[in-house]
């Protein structure tokens, strides 16, 4: 995630974890704006291959890849696809939504600007306005909850609900006033009432816990020995994922987890850590680029032992999913 000026957040501290050489092979999982991929470019005499499902942000990265003479390489695809010819020395995942989706008003991830309720982050599928118009209010308050966090779900599904049987849902503006208003106002709240409940519908629409599960395991089987796995997040759900990821392929002590089944302890550890807490931005930062505010770095460095069973995505929200899936 950027800040207006499209600045990656923890970048000094992701290149740190990072550990780039010369020569190395390097993938960014999640171009964006391609401020990771400039910077690995920059900083090391090395080749990045980068992806990204946004073809926005492909024709962003046209530019990079004429002038890094044949040291860049960007496609077109979901990171939970990602792969390389060859082992690599590092891959960073900059997760959630980038600056440049939510700055573009028209793409419908924020309500900073009217615009349609849309936040496919491919520009295909269903949208968000499938979702708010099509799921039942048993599904709508399922998703806000546990995808959203948000203890105000059931209000919010009833007044979505109540809403469009008068007529559909389709604009961001009007849906987060609906939002607003069905939990009596902002009261002093320093973050929109309806943050968590766009939160909760863009990680829906663009599968995100899903994606993620799987861009972990496939970073797993891409890394050699030495290889560092470097992940920004920016809400509990995706760090928890990633820390639980790490740890139980580090430790190998075969705990469970409600993302994770019980492992067998036999199973050597794919990944050691140098560090058990996460990184999280200076005060500095966080002044600069108030987004930056909730991001939280973890890293872990890849063993030669064979990569693991495939993380299964989480069923969090299992009514909001069924119905979701019915839909698509």
Sequence with gaps: MSNSGHAPVLLAEAMEALAL???????DAT??????????LGRADCQVIAFDRD??????????????KGKFTLQQARFGDLA??????????????????????????????????????????LSAADAVNRLSETALADLIYHYGEDDESRRIARAIVQARAAAPITRTLHFAKLVEDSVGGRKGART???????????????????????????????????????????????????????TARAD???RGSRFMPDLPPERAPS????????????????????RARSASLRWAVRTDAPAWDDLDPPELAPKAEAEWQKLN
């Design 84 to 125: 390389a010819p060859d082992l690599v020395d590092g891959v960073v995942f900059d997760l959630g939504v980038s600056s440049f989706q939510l700055d573009e008003g028209h793409r419908g991830f924020s309500f900073q600007a009217d615009a349609d309720l849309d936040m496919r982050m491919e520009k295909e599928g």
């Design 31 to 40: 171009f964006g704006g391609g401020g990771y991929s400039r910077e690995m």
């Design 192 to 246: 929109h009432p309806a943050t968590k409940t766009f939160q909760a519908l863009r990680m829906l629409v663009n599968d995100e816990l899903g994606e993620l599960a799987r861009g972990l395991s496939a970073a797993e089987r891409v890394l050699k020995p030495g290889g560092r796995l470097v992940v920004v997040s920016f809400h509990s759900l995706e760090d928890r994922m990633v820390k639980q990821f790490i």
């Design 252 to 254: 190998a002590n075969g």
């Design 55 to 68: 073809p926005d942000a492909i024709a962003r990265g046209a530019a990079l890849s004429e002038s890094a």
């Design 21 to 27: 050489k010369p020569g190395g092979t390097y993938i």
């Design 271 to 290: 990944f050691t850590l140098e560090r058990r807490r996460a990184t999280a931005p200076s005060d500095d930062e966080t002044l600069v680029n108030p």
